[in-house]
């Protein structure tokens, strides 16, 4: 090594040591600082500090907890839900169990499905719907047939309810029920009969007209059966309820007019059980008529009514 080297070699050593402390110097400055940055802060501010920072760190667990409790309260609801159900479910099979089965035969004939708009087959359809569930929660529940099962209505019962495949204690037939039922046994229901049904006799089937029409088709069930050499008869709504003129139920309140008299013995129990509850009917001398011939509880529109529902408080 000659001279000048060592010298170079000896002032780096210096400004080394010059930089290590101007770097310990720049530290400890650092730490005076917030030291007294420290101290500067109030008690308060302090108090404030920790507790801002406790809270940062915990953000992720108080995350988790409302996770926790929400799926708690999800679970929760779902267990409550399946108890409802459960318990739904139970009471109806209760129902079921104690129901006592009458021999009466109550057929939804459904040959007039060409003679309807598809709106209307959508209400019948629905109908037929209501049919099924209140006979299957009925304490006397009927045989049920459904007849004719074919075009506009099979479809909608295809598209909008598939489970009706699945239904129990139903008899679906795609034949015409003269077809299916002996004739001596049949008795159509219609508001167009002269007869007046006193009773029911549980030997036989009655029929009821699957078509919502809003008397477009008056009269069409009497002369069909006519035609057919079958029995026809009305109910006795004249002598329970009070009206002027002709009374067109539509086909679930007179399915659930059967089934109520089916289980109380008695028309005028049956028809306030059916009729008073879809139109708010206080009693046989006030209650409104039935223009309802959609089954929904809605009167139809006025060049659609019945007789029933023409039927005016004063017309009394
Ligand atoms: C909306 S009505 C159809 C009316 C249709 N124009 C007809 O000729 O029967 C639906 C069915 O309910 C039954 N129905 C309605 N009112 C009745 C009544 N007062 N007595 C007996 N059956 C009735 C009939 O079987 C009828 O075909």
Redesign the pocket.
């Known amino acids: 090594m000659d001279d000048d080297e060592s010298v170079q070699t000896d002032d780096n050593k210096l400004l080394n040591n010059h930089n290590i402390h101007n770097k310990n110097t720049a530290d400890d400055n650092k730490e005076d600082g917030e030291a007294t940055e420290k101290q500067a802060l109030s008690k308060r501010q302090r108090k404030k500090l920790l507790k801002q920072q406790k809270w940062e760190e915990e953000r992720d667990m108080r995350k988790q907890k409302r996770k926790d409790r929400k799926q708690q309260r999800r679970q929760q609801r779902q267990n409550n839900q399946q108890d409802d159900e459960g318990e739904h479910r139970g009471a109806r099979k209760r129902l079921r169990r104690e129901a006592t089965p009458t021999s009466l035969r109550l057929v939804v004939d459904c040959s007039f499905d060409d003679l309807m708009l598809t709106k209307d087959v959508h209400k019948l359809h629905k109908q037929i719907q209501r049919c099924y569930a209140e006979n299957r929660r009925a304490s006397h529940p009927v045989q049920f047939y459904l007849t004719s099962l074919g075009g506009q209505l099979k479809q909608s019962m295809d598209e909008k309810d598939k489970g009706w495949i699945n239904w129990k204690d139903i008899s679906i037939k795609f034949e015409h029920y003269s077809e299916v039922l002996s004739k001596e046994d049949v008795v159509y229901?219609?508001?167009?009969s002269p007869n007046v049904l006193t009773e029911l006799d549980p030997k036989k089937a009655y029929?009821?007209?699957g078509?919502?029409?809003h008397?477009h088709?008056?009269?069409?069930?009497?002369e069909r059966a006519q035609d057919l050499g079958i029995c026809h008869a009305?109910?006795p709504?004249d002598s329970f309820v009070q009206m002027n003129s002709r009374?067109?139920?539509?086909?679930n309140h007179?399915f659930e007019i059967i089934l109520a008299y089916m289980e109380k013995g008695s028309w005028q129990d049956a028809f306030f059980s059916v009729l008073p509850q879809r139109k708010g009917a206080k009693a046989v001398a006030t209650g409104p008529g039935d223009g309802d011939?959609d089954g929904d509880g809605q009167e139809d529109q006025p060049e659609e009514h019945s007789d029933l529902e023409a039927r005016q408080p004063s017309d009394k």
């Open positions: 229901l219609t508001s167009d029929v009821i007209g078509l919502v029409d008397n088709h008056k009269g069409i069930t009497l009305q109910l709504l009374k067109v139920l539509a086909v007179v011939q």
